[in-house]
C-alpha cells in the first residue's frame, strides 16, 4: 500500500484527522501541540497519526494537501490547514461553525472559553 493510498483511507475513514508531529498525547513539537490542545480541550475526536514514525508519509502528507508544513488537520475527508489556520478558525468560531455543519461533536463552552482566554 503507497503513501498516498493510506493517507487517502485514513482521512476517508475518520470524520476528523491530524497528521503531526508525536501523538495526541505526547506531541513532539509546539505547533502540533498547539492544534491536539485545542481539540483535546474541545472534545473533539480524532485520529492522530504520527508523521515522525514513517517517513513515507511525512512526506506523502504534503504531497496529497500541496501544503509544505505539518500539523495538517482534515474534517470529513478535507483539508482544513495547519497551526496558524486552525488557531485563527478556533479564536473566530469559524472551526465551531465546520464542526456543527459536519456534524461533529465537540464542546461549546470549551470552544467558547478558548475564545475568552484569548479575546
Do not use: H
Request: hydrophobic share 35%; proline share 3%.
Amino acid at each position: 500500500m503507497t503513501a498516498e493510498t493510506k493517507i487517502k483511507d485514513t482521512v476517508t475513514s475518520n470524520d476528523v484527522v491530524l497528521f503531526m508531529k508525536g501523538t495526541k498525547s505526547m506531541p513532539q513539537c509546539g505547533f502540533s501541540s498547539r492544534v491536539a490542545g485545542v481539540l483535546n480541550f474541545m472534545g473533539v475526536e480524532f485520529a492522530d497519526v504520527n508523521v515522525l514514525a514513517d517517513e513515507d508519509i511525512r512526506q506523502g502528507i504534503k504531497d496529497y494537501s500541496d501544503w509544505p508544513t505539518i500539523p495538517q488537520l482534515y474534517v470529513k475527508g478535507e483539508f482544513v490547514g495547519g497551526c496558524d489556520i486552525i488557531t485563527e478558525m478556533t479564536l473566530s468560531g469559524e472551526l465551531d461553525t465546520l464542526f456543527s455543519e459536519n456534524g461533529v461533536t465537540y464542546d461549546k463552552d470549551a470552544a467558547d472559553k478558548i475564545r475568552e482566554a484569548n479575546g
